[in-house]
């Protein structure tokens, strides 16, 4: 479990690791509207969790979660972080202790990745050599080469200013972190991978986040807890997403989370989690005889080639193996690598995208730890263990 | 009705003591020796036109980019100030002179004023669209991380619209380089003057230098500006690579 | 001159001369002869929409083709742009005093003067706004097999009106304002009344500057009209 426990003693100042945000009755009405946009609205969302706002377009969610840092003034209603109300005091303050990440990122082209990280603290006031510290762990933080402080960001990809955007938002160590549909831009395989390291960070970190999507999957997989909305800004259900999956509240949510919740569960376990299957990993020049003994009595009918490092290069088959020593170059390089952190959702889908019936799973450093099949997956979806509760629903991943 | 085809020598001191021979006296088209005898004659007239197009730009610059930012504010500004520039920048120079004879009479002034008029326009459109156009994420996520408005006009908006801006500044430099030769109908001085006055018109060589001083000090101007864009702007240069 | 010292009180009354002096005429400065007067200046006015109207044509027909061409290759980038910015740089004055002395006065030369000043910004302002073009509109075009002369009058022509008239209307501001100068090249536009200072006076002078003035806003309109009702509507809707 994420460490949700932290006590409310933190209070919203900086550096405090996570504060609590508390939604009290909070209403908005835009001006000329004849319907509230969100509507008496109560959450309280403990420090140290990540609380996903997901809903059709036009619920609500975004403006719900931009009236925490008044980006959206609300109507009635209060917001406190910690024990402090957000309406005390300018808007401008308040926002620089609160992390805000969005979709199309919002770095300044003008400004160099460095000096992008160094915005709030600037605005703080901050020594230049603390400023510089902070760039440096955090874009070490963020999985960033810490040479990119001098480039602008038109010279990064997509992926990459994504991750500035974060560390940029976590520049000041805000007790709450806004994320407002932040990997909705990106393409579907560096989101996977962001997602999953943005998790791995988040086990570090342990923010307050709240987190807007229209994606149910990504509100499974990214939320300790979800609060589904729906037209007029009312949360139809909130709860953890095995919660969600196991029981909607209502036809609304039953309808959102979709027909497909058997596979949904998929998301609710990583592939690390499942018993994964293993073949004959072998090197180039090795004897071709002994992989091909192994492989009589392998449960894959294939033989993974890696290089030095145990890294998956690609498969072999039997005929690649005619040789007397093991070739270069494997049959397939396109071969699914998976990562182990990975929901099994997402990795039966990299399977099926590849056209393939096995993957390569491997660690965070890309080594090989075994293989995934579909069998491995219907085999799981047929078990009992799927449809029951007691699975490892918010298990985050390990830090490593 | 003017001679074109001799010179008429308005000011009969014109070509004394000055030697230039036979090329002078006939007239042809590019007479290097009236050069080498004469450049010191163009030294006050070109300093006086430094001075007409940095005072006309400096000024159209304070005031179109004051108008800018306002109408940038406040959107319905933007029309009101758009029509009111265009009609002064449709206003041609010459006949502004002599519009503003009744209230400023002849000289440097009322050449001023008429050349600043019609630069606002330039000015104006160019940095109202360069505001325009910095993207609404960036915006949206300066407002988001705690930039006062203020502060988010000068450190954001205003540095990446400056492309546009210094393109609006290049255009109306230069053209008032080229523009400011007319001055000299309102008695403001500048190269002008050595186009028209002396000679009457008629003296070739006479045109072609002073023409050619105008069109040089607009290129300087154009390259001075395009480089301070530059300095100005590094992340442009750091995309293209 | 010293008349003018006691603006703006006095200022009313120079600007009633010159009403008098457009409607009714009066003694030249030089003395004898009656100037000014309707029919008189309205010759001249006259004048000075011909030579402009004459000389904002043959710059659009020069120009308008070689950037429609230029922009539909998406070649001459370079010629394009660096036309514009040169054009820019040409000291009117000193181009017409030499077409003048150079090469000689009356109304031909002096409309390929102004031609010269109209061609720079039509060419680019044709140029960038055919390059500006939704390429996919041009793809789509290209897909359904319309020739090139189809693609550019049907799709980029239409689509890049708004630009391209930019180009013309300053171009148009250009000559006129040039225009007014061309009594130095022998060709008299209200021009003189401003320039003759010495045979019409201060009145006539200030009569010349504010038909000169008129007149170019007038254009501006016109030109503006035309733009309008050259645009096709999917372009004004989208801008709305």
């Not at chain 1, 999956?245 to 949904?264: I, Q, S, T």
């Not at chain 3, 010629?79 to 820019?88: D, E, I, L, S």
């Not at chain 3, 536009?189 to 003035?213: C, F, P």
Request: hydrophobic fraction near 45%.
């Amino acid at each position: 479990m994420p460490d949700g426990s932290r006590s409310a003693e933190n209070s919203s100042s900086h550096g405090a690791d996570a504060s609590p945000v508390r939604y009290q009755g909070v209403t908005k009405r835009y001006p000329g509207a004849d319907s509230d946009a969100v509507h008496d609205l109560d959450l309280e969302i403990p420090s140290g969790e990540i609380c996903v706002l997901v809903g059709p377009s036009g619920c609500g969610k975004t403006t719900a979660m931009r009236m925490v840092n008044r980006t959206v003034e609300m109507t009635s209603g209060d917001i406190l972080i910690g024990d402090r109300s957000v309406k005390d005091g300018d808007a401008a303050i308040l926002r620089r202790e609160i992390g805000y990440v969005i979709q199309q990122i919002g770095l300044f082209p003008h400004r160099t990745i460095g000096q992008n990280i160094a915005t709030v603290p600037k605005l703080l006031n901050w020594d230049k050599n603390r400023t510089d510290d902070r760039v440096t762990k955090l874009l070490d933080l963020t999985g960033l080469d810490p040479e990119f402080a001098d480039r602008y960001p038109s010279q990064l990809s997509g992926g990459q200013q994504q991750r500035v955007g974060v560390a940029r938002a976590l520049a000041v160590d805000p007790p709450v972190m806004l994320m407002d549909e932040p990997f909705g831009a990106i393409d579907p395989i560096s989101r996977g991978r962001l997602q999953n390291e943005f998790l791995r960070l988040q086990a570090d970190i342990k923010k307050t986040i709240l987190f807007v999507t229209h994606d149910v999957d990504e509100a499974i997989k990214m939320g300790d807890r979800i609060a589904v909305m729906k037209k007029g800004g009312e949360v139809a259900q909130f709860a953890t997403p095995t919660e969600l999956l196991m029981e909607p509240a209502d036809d609304f949510v039953e309808d959102f989370v979709g027909a497909d919740r058997a596979l949904k569960r998929l998301a609710l376990m990583r592939v690390r989690d499942v018993d994964l299957w293993n073949a004959p990993s072998t090197q180039a020049g090795r004897r071709s005889d002994d992989v091909l003994n192994e492989l009589k009595t392998s449960e894959v009918p294939y033989a993974v080639l890696v290089d030095g490092e145990n890294r998956p290069l690609g498969w072999l088959s039997t005929r690649d193996l005619d040789a007397e020593t093991v070739p270069v170059h494997p049959d397939s390089t396109g071969v699914p690598m998976i990562d182990a952190d990975t929901t099994l959702r997402d990795g039966l889908a990299q399977l099926l995208a590849g056209g393939s019936l096995y993957g390569t799973v491997v660690d965070g450093r890309g080594r090989l730890t075994g293989v995934l099949s579909v069998e491995i997956i219907s085999d799981f979806l047929a078990s009992k263990e799927a449809a029951e509760v007691a699975i490892p629903a918010v298990d985050r991943p390990h830090d490593d | 009705m003017i001679d074109f085809v001799q010179i008429a020598a308005v000011d009969p001191d014109f070509f004394k003591d000055r030697s230039g021979g036979g090329c002078i006296q006939d007239n042809n088209l590019f007479c290097p020796g009236w050069v080498v005898d004469n450049y010191d004659r163009y030294v006050d007239p070109t300093l006086q036109h430094l001075v007409l197009v940095l005072s006309a730009v400096g000024i159209g610059f304070a005031i179109a980019f004051s108008l800018a930012i306002l109408a940038h504010r406040r959107r319905w500004l933007a029309s009101p100030f758009l029509a009111a520039t265009g009609v002064l920048y449709t206003i041609p120079s010459i006949s502004f002179f002599f519009l503003l004879l009744p209230l400023t009479g002849r000289g440097t002034t009322t050449a001023i004023i008429a050349l600043t008029a019609f630069t606002l326009q330039i000015i104006f459109r160019n940095v109202l669209t360069g505001l325009r156009n910095v993207p609404v994420e960036v915006t949206e996520a300066a407002r988001g991380i705690g930039y006062t408005p203020k502060q988010m006009l000068w450190r954001v908006e205003i540095p990446l619209a400056m492309p546009e801006i210094v393109a609006g500044l290049r255009i109306a430099t230069v053209s008032t380089v080229a523009l400011a030769t007319l001055a000299v109908f309102a008695n403001g001085g500048g190269l002008g003057g050595e186009i028209i006055s002396g000679s009457n018109l008629t003296f070739k060589t006479g045109i072609i230098v002073a023409g050619s001083i105008a069109v040089v000090m607009a290129i300087l101007f154009d390259a001075l500006i395009l480089l301070l864009g530059r300095l100005l702007t590094p992340w442009k240069r750091a995309a293209a690579l | 001159m010293t008349a003018f010292a006691s603006a703006p009180v006095a200022a009313f009354g120079l600007f009633g001369d010159a009403f008098n002096f457009v409607f009714s005429g009066r003694e030249a400065a030089t003395g004898g002869v009656q100037v000014g007067g309707p029919d008189a200046v309205f010759d001249l006015a006259v004048k000075q929409v011909e030579v402009t109207l004459l000389a904002l044509g043959v710059a659009i027909l020069l120009a308008l083709p070689v950037g429609l061409i230029l922009g539909h290759r998406g070649r001459g980038e370079f010629v394009a742009v660096t036309a514009g910015n040169a054009g820019r740089a040409i000291p009117e004055l000193a181009l017409i005093a030499l077409m003048a002395t150079a090469v000689g006065v009356g109304l031909f030369n002096l409309v390929v003067a102004l031609a010269i000043l109209g061609i720079p910004p039509i060419l680019t302002n044709t140029f960038v706004g055919i390059r500006q073009v939704d390429r996919s509109s041009v793809e789509a075009a290209k897909g359904m097999g319309m020739s090139n002369r189809e693609i550019i009058t049907k799709v980029e022509l239409p689509l890049a009106i708004p630009t391209i008239m930019g180009g013309v209307r300053t171009a148009s501001i250009n000559i006129i304002a040039t225009a007014t100068i061309a009594p130095l090249a022998g060709v008299l536009t209200l021009g003189d009344l401003i320039i003759s200072r010495n045979v019409y006076g201060d009145a006539g002078v200030l009569a010349g500057a504010v038909l000169v003035a008129l007149l170019a806003l007038s254009l501006e309109l016109a030109l503006s009209g035309i733009q309008w009702a050259l645009t096709s509507k999917g372009l004004k809707l989208q801008r709305a």
